[in-house]
């Protein structure tokens, strides 16, 4: 098909790098011990599939990269990637994605608590389900943790309701913090991502929320040899990349809130205090006043972009539909405000209340039921 021998050349290199269908990028500091035994692993696990292994060593002091490098001496399908003067586990990942030439992608520790059997399970569901990221999930059906207090079993889950709460995008998954994942390559070339966060997975969702997500249970192993290097700094990081990978949504969802707060009050004031408005009127009109403060707000900047529809019509369809998921919030709003006022309540402090009450149930409803940051369906870029 080609002319000049050159372009042949190409042509068959490329031919051959097309052929590899899957790259593993392991991210290793100090894992001299472990890197062999999973190399071997994975050899015997994926005897079937043409595969690379990307080795991202942060030149490590016990010289993983080395023992990396005699392996791929000896034939195994490895590159080694040696970091000289940089360090972290986002950026090593995201350098390992960068290199790969596989169609799919697959990243995972090498400490052997990703047990390498399971590589080729998730393999088969990405070309099954034609997904483009593919989660081993230790909290799918038939996953699971080994050797875990139950303590540290609570923080997990709790950090995973934090990543649903902060980052609707990280839904998709039952594991939003999992280490150990599948993607497809086509859609890594899209997204810019920068491994600030060691989660390169939620970075992933975050980017691409109209990305396919499926899953693969497994158990997480102990950890085969050496020690862990995440700590307690790594979790205060973690509250902080999900809030920047949630475009601090969360922060000014908070915000808007705040000075929704005070529209209602105004209005509340000016119609009851100042007019001598009955509260079947009064309070009505401060929340409606106050909602589509509130939307205008939501639509320019909480969620500035994200509206699906553009345009005047587009405008007022989400307005209604943040209409449909305030109607909780408005009940809430109506029932205690007017009801502590009938009480004897100060009329201003009965709708303090009833917003404070309101408030959580319209952050929810907002990010899943209005803007459905979560859907699969959602923008695709
Ligand atoms: N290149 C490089 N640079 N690799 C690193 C660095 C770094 O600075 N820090 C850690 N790694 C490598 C480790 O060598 C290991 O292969 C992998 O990243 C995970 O590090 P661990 O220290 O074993 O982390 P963990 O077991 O506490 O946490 C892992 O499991 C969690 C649960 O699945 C990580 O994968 C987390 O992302 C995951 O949430
Ligand atoms: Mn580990």
């Given at each position: 098909m080609t002319n000049s021998s050159t372009e042949a050349g190409v042509e068959k290199q490329r031919d051959r790098t097309s052929r590899v269908h899957l790259s593993i990028v392991i991210p290793t500091f100090n894992e001299a011990d472990n890197i062999r035994v999973l190399i071997e692993r994975l050899s015997r696990a994926l005897r079937n599939t043409s595969y690379e292994v990307i080795v991202v060593d942060d030149d490590s002091p016990d010289g993983t990269w080395k023992v990396a490098q005699e392996l791929a001496g000896k034939g195994y399908p490895v590159r080694v990637i040696r970091r000289i003067g940089e360090r972290g586990l986002g950026t090593a990942i995201v350098r390992g994605l960068r290199e790969a030439r596989g169609e799919f992608i697959v990243v995972m520790d090498?400490?052997?608590?990703?047990?390498?059997?399971?590589v080729p399970r998730l393999y088969e569901e990405a070309l099954k389900s034609r997904a483009d990221v593919v989660v081993a999930s230790?909290?799918?059906?038939?996953g699971g943790v080994k050797g875990w207090s139950r303590i540290r079993l609570l923080i997990s889950r709790a950090a995973s309701l934090l990543a649903y709460v902060l980052l609707a995008e990280s839904r998709r998954t039952s594991d939003p913090m999992s280490g150990f994942f599948l993607v497809r390559r086509s859609l890594v070339e899209k997204l810019r991502l920068?491994?600030?966060?060691?989660?390169v997975l939620l970075e992933i969702l975050a980017k691409a929320p109209g990305a396919r997500v499926s899953e693969v249970p497994y158990v997480f192993e102990q950890r085969y040899s050496g020690e862990s290097k995440l700590g307690l700094r790594a979790m205060l990081d973690y509250v902080l990349d999900l809030l920047r990978l949630g475009e601090y949504r969360a922060l000014k969802f908070v915000t808007v809130g705040a000075t929704g707060t005070v529209v209602n009050l105004a209005v509340l004031w000016l119609l009851k205090?100042?007019?001598?408005?009955t509260e079947y009127v009064a309070f009505p009109a401060a929340f409606e006043t106050s909602l589509t403060w509130n939307f205008f707000l939501h639509d320019r900047w909480?969620?500035?972009?994200?509206?699906?529809e553009p345009g005047p019509r587009g405008w007022l369809r989400y307005w209604a539909k943040y209409h449909g998921a305030a109607l909780g919030s408005m009940t809430s709003y109506l029932v205690i405000g007017i009801g502590l006022t009938k009480l004897g309540i100060n009329y201003l402090l009965a709708g303090l209340t009833g917003i404070v009450v309101g408030f959580l149930a319209n952050y929810l409803i907002s990010q899943y039921g209005v803007w459905s940051l979560h859907s699969q369906a959602s923008r695709e870029d």
């Amino acid at each position: 098909m080609t002319n000049s021998s050159t372009e042949a050349g190409v042509e068959k290199q490329r031919d051959r790098t097309s052929r590899v269908h899957l790259s593993i990028v392991i991210p290793t500091f100090n894992e001299a011990d472990n890197i062999r035994v999973l190399i071997e692993r994975l050899s015997r696990a994926l005897r079937n599939t043409s595969y690379e292994v990307i080795v991202v060593d942060d030149d490590s002091p016990d010289g993983t990269w080395k023992v990396a490098q005699e392996l791929a001496g000896k034939g195994y399908p490895v590159r080694v990637i040696r970091r000289i003067g940089e360090r972290g586990l986002g950026t090593a990942i995201v350098r390992g994605l960068r290199e790969a030439r596989g169609e799919f992608i697959v990243v995972m520790d090498a400490d052997l608590q990703h047990p390498p059997e399971i590589v080729p399970r998730l393999y088969e569901e990405a070309l099954k389900s034609r997904a483009d990221v593919v989660v081993a999930s230790r909290y799918a059906r038939g996953g699971g943790v080994k050797g875990w207090s139950r303590i540290r079993l609570l923080i997990s889950r709790a950090a995973s309701l934090l990543a649903y709460v902060l980052l609707a995008e990280s839904r998709r998954t039952s594991d939003p913090m999992s280490g150990f994942f599948l993607v497809r390559r086509s859609l890594v070339e899209k997204l810019r991502l920068r491994g600030r966060s060691w989660k390169v997975l939620l970075e992933i969702l975050a980017k691409a929320p109209g990305a396919r997500v499926s899953e693969v249970p497994y158990v997480f192993e102990q950890r085969y040899s050496g020690e862990s290097k995440l700590g307690l700094r790594a979790m205060l990081d973690y509250v902080l990349d999900l809030l920047r990978l949630g475009e601090y949504r969360a922060l000014k969802f908070v915000t808007v809130g705040a000075t929704g707060t005070v529209v209602n009050l105004a209005v509340l004031w000016l119609l009851k205090g100042v007019l001598g408005v009955t509260e079947y009127v009064a309070f009505p009109a401060a929340f409606e006043t106050s909602l589509t403060w509130n939307f205008f707000l939501h639509d320019r900047w909480t969620f500035q972009g994200k509206r699906g529809e553009p345009g005047p019509r587009g405008w007022l369809r989400y307005w209604a539909k943040y209409h449909g998921a305030a109607l909780g919030s408005m009940t809430s709003y109506l029932v205690i405000g007017i009801g502590l006022t009938k009480l004897g309540i100060n009329y201003l402090l009965a709708g303090l209340t009833g917003i404070v009450v309101g408030f959580l149930a319209n952050y929810l409803i907002s990010q899943y039921g209005v803007w459905s940051l979560h859907s699969q369906a959602s923008r695709e870029d």
